[in-house]
């Protein structure tokens, strides 16, 4: 998932810009609800959705869209706030072609469209381990490549091998770790390539012991974390040397309301809609944390929640 800036678009109306849509053998629809999509369940519709086919159906879309039309990527919504404004241009989501896994050897080939807990099971139920922490991520591996998650001591650079991406330009790229350039939920890969594939190195394990770490995993995420919510995981990403959560705990944010965006009480680096927030309170929340933060402890939070889309005002008189 890539971020974008709140900034007033001059591209057509929805149905113009459908008419400047290449021939495709997957799905588009216009003024699609993102909302729904999200683990959030707020933001306005994106201009057009598009679900390809298969890795050529994606690749022939990217090549023959006009270039002045902008292309976001999302996965399952997971960290992930759209804007109450919505998205102007093409947003587009991998299906269930871009969630096939299986195994060579000791090596894990799994679609960027895949859940990382499914990939994590999948793992274990091969009698691979190394991919555990993947099951205490929510989210799929599109996102997990893109920002090197990881948790219970582990993330993905520790494990990858290999990944096949997909430039704006329809331009088809596999890469390496040293291509990667991973650092703490960060990759170099530019922001607007497209992963499909990656393929992970584990080693053979006991089945049942890796189940049982996955297990402990469950145990502790349903003890320590929002997890029945509506949430987008973790809000920010850790200072170096720090943890948000006491940052956030320090400044009185535990609790903190705005509308009904809330700061967890059971973990105060996760935001939670709990019914009727807007996009915008969620955000508008998310920066009075940062603004305490950094007034108290000179420390500036980093988001680690992608923000997507424009404010509502924004997008007023662009939309039909």
């Avoid at 807990?117 to 691979?128: E, K, P």
């Avoid at 893109?146 to 001591?153: D, E, F, I």
């Avoid at 530019?190 to 189940?211: C, H, M, N, V, Y």
């Avoid at 920010?236 to 943890?243: L, Y």
Wanted: proline share 4%; with cysteine; aromatic share 6%.
């Amino acid at each position: 998932m890539i971020e974008m800036s709140a900034m007033k678009s001059t591209l057509p109306t929805t149905e113009n810009l459908m008419d400047r849509m290449p021939p495709v053998r997957g799905r588009l629809r216009q003024n699609a609800e993102l909302g729904k999509v999200t683990w959030f369940q707020v933001g306005g519709p994106a201009d057009i959705l598009f679900k390809p086919e298969d890795e050529g159906d994606l690749a022939d879309f990217l090549k023959n869209l006009p270039a002045d039309i902008p292309v976001y990527m999302i996965g399952v919504g997971s960290n992930l706030l759209v804007r109450d404004g919505g998205v102007r241009g093409v947003v587009i989501r991998l299906g269930r072609h871009f969630a096939k896994m299986n195994t060579d050897d000791d090596k894990l080939i799994v679609g960027a469209g895949a859940l990382d807990a499914h990939v994590a099971r999948f793992a274990a139920d091969a009698g691979l381990e190394g991919a555990e922490f993947l099951s205490g991520i929510p989210g799929g591996i599109g996102g997990a490549l893109r920002m090197n998650a990881g948790a219970y001591g582990a993330d993905v650079s520790d494990i990858f091998l290999s990944a096949i991406a997909y430039d704006r330009a329809g331009n088809r790229h596999e890469l390496s770790l040293k291509d990667m350039g991973f650092s703490y939920r960060h990759t170099d890969i530019p922001k607007d390539w497209i992963f499909t594939q990656a393929t992970f190195r584990l080693s053979f394990g006991d089945r049942q012991e890796i189940l049982d770490r996955m297990a402990d995993i469950s145990r502790n995420r349903e003890e320590s974390q929002p997890v029945r919510s509506r949430t987008g995981g973790s809000t920010f990403a850790n200072p170096s040397g720090k943890k948000a959560w006491e940052l956030i705990d320090d400044v009185g944010g535990r609790g903190l309301t705005i509308g009904d965006a809330m700061v967890s009480d059971k973990h105060c680096n996760f935001l939670i809609n709990k019914g009727t927030a807007r996009a915008a309170d969620l955000e508008t929340l998310g920066e009075e944390l940062r603004r305490r933060v950094f007034a108290k402890h000179d420390t500036l939070l980093r988001w680690e929640i992608v923000r997507l889309g424009e404010p509502a005002e924004k997008t007023q008189g662009n939309r039909p």
